[in-house]
Every structure is written in structure tokens, then in C-alpha cells.
């Protein structure tokens, strides 16, 4: 296995162990409770591929206000877009103004995603196509590798 292989795997594998955490706003606490947001910084910087970071405070809303992609420019940071997602990597949805939520890609087929949401009220890991909010912000989507160069 190679080394990006194992990393991505250890990456999946540390995402999984968040499985069930309740959803809650800012938070960053396995089994307590975690956002969309923190759930990338944890597993990612919890893996020790990404230097310790922390995003907050945001407010919950920030999203539909503002334009300003704060989502986007902290995780392109650290990570660059890419157009064929894989174990891993991560997607974002445009929610409101801006991308505002995202996830870790568990599966490139059946695409699917490990991610804290709210309406489902914790995190959970799901195939986009069955889950009709993210299918129907599919096409705005976006993916994004902390390996390699480009897609």
C-alpha cells in the first residue's frame, strides 16, 4: 500500500469513529457533539496531515449573509480542487450565499460521504444519491484533495 493509500485510508478510518456524534454547532468533541466544520479540522489535523488549526468563532448563520467564502478559503488553504473525488478527499455544497457544508468522500462509487448534519442531527456516513438535499446540490458541488496536484 502506498503511502497516500494508507494516509487516505487512516483518514476514512478516523472519520468513522465519529459516526453518531450529535450535532452541535461549533462544537469539536467525539461522542459530544460536532458541526460539518470542525469535523473536517478534527480528522484531518486528529491524523496528523494538517497542522493544528481552529476556524471558529463563526455564527451559525454566517452562511446566508455574507458572501465571503470562509469555507472555501480555509480549506483551500490546505487542499486544492480536484474533479474525480476519492476515499478521503472532501466535498463542499453551496448552502445559502456561499459553500457551507462539506464532507469527508468515504466512497467514489457509490459517491459517498461521512458528514455531521444538522438535520439528520449527527454525523452520519450516506450515499449523496439517496440523501435528496445533497442530490439536489450536486451540481454545485466541489471536491478537494489534500494529495497530489490537480485532478
Same mark, same amino acid.
Given at each position: 500500500?502506498?503511502?497516500? *493509500? +494508507?494516509?487516505?485510508?487512516?483518514? $476514512?478510518?478516523?472519520?468513522?469513529?465519529? #459516526?453518531? /456524534?450529535?450535532? =452541535? =454547532? %461549533? %462544537?469539536?468533541?467525539?461522542?459530544?457533539? $460536532?458541526?460539518? *466544520?470542525?469535523? #473536517?479540522?478534527?480528522?484531518?489535523?486528529?491524523?496528523?496531515?494538517? *497542522?493544528?488549526?481552529?476556524?471558529?468563532?463563526? /455564527?451559525?448563520?454566517? +452562511? !446566508?449573509h455574507r458572501?465571503?467564502?470562509?469555507?472555501?478559503?480555509? #480549506? !483551500? @488553504?490546505?487542499? +486544492?480542487q480536484?474533479?474525480?473525488?476519492?476515499?478521503?478527499?472532501v466535498?463542499?455544497?453551496?448552502?445559502?450565499?456561499?459553500?457551507? +457544508?462539506?464532507?469527508?468522500? /468515504?466512497?467514489?462509487?457509490?459517491?459517498?460521504?461521512? =458528514?455531521?448534519? #444538522?438535520? *439528520?442531527?449527527? &454525523? &452520519?456516513?450516506?450515499? $449523496? @444519491?439517496?440523501?435528496?438535499?445533497? @442530490?439536489?446540490?450536486?451540481? =454545485?458541488?466541489?471536491?478537494?484533495s489534500?494529495?497530489?496536484?490537480? @485532478?
Amino acid at each position: 500500500m502506498s503511502q497516500e *493509500a +494508507h494516509e487516505r485510508a487512516r483518514v $476514512v478510518e478516523e472519520a468513522r469513529l465519529w #459516526l453518531g /456524534t450529535p450535532y =452541535h =454547532h %461549533a %462544537a469539536d468533541l467525539r461522542g459530544i457533539g $460536532v458541526d460539518c *466544520a470542525m469535523i #473536517l479540522v478534527r480528522v484531518f489535523c486528529d491524523s496528523g496531515l494538517v *497542522a493544528p488549526f481552529d476556524p471558529r468563532p463563526y /455564527t451559525r448563520d454566517w +452562511h !446566508l449573509h455574507r458572501g465571503e467564502e470562509r469555507y472555501l478559503d480555509n #480549506l !483551500l @488553504a490546505r487542499a +486544492h480542487q480536484v474533479l474525480n473525488p476519492q476515499p478521503g478527499d472532501v466535498m463542499l455544497f453551496r448552502v445559502g450565499r456561499c459553500y457551507a +457544508h462539506g464532507g469527508i468522500v /468515504t466512497s467514489s462509487q457509490p459517491l459517498s460521504i461521512l =458528514h455531521a448534519f #444538522l438535520p *439528520a442531527r449527527c &454525523v &452520519v456516513e450516506e450515499e $449523496v @444519491a439517496r440523501n435528496g438535499e445533497l @442530490a439536489e446540490r450536486m451540481k =454545485h458541488a466541489k471536491f478537494f484533495s489534500y494529495w497530489g496536484l490537480g @485532478a
